[in-house]
């Protein structure tokens, strides 16, 4: 079986501002407060959460 790689992501602005969505997005990838980091799997879904909310995110692969 392949081992999927990892995305790491940390959230570098706040969510004070941002549109509702975004922060929904956020909190689905499992991120609450700013300099807090996850790792996440590179599927095509997780690209599409980082996609929407780049401008709140450093992603590092």
């Known amino acids: 079986m392949e ?4 995305i790491k992501i940390t959230l ?3 969510l004070i501002g941002a ?3 975004h922060r929904l997005i956020i ?3 499992g991120l ?3 300099n807090r980091t ?3 799997p590179d599927l095509p879904s997780t690209r ?3 996609n929407k909310t780049a401008y709140l995110l450093k992603v590092e692969e």
Not at 3 to 6: A, E, F, G, N, P
């Open 3 to 6: 081992k999927l790689k990892s």
């Open 12 to 14: 570098v602005k706040s």
């Open 19 to 21: 549109k509702k969505r």
């Open 27 to 29: 909190q689905g990838m």
């Open 32 to 34: 609450r407060k700013i």
């Open 38 to 40: 996850v790792f996440l």
């Open 48 to 50: 599409g959460m980082i």
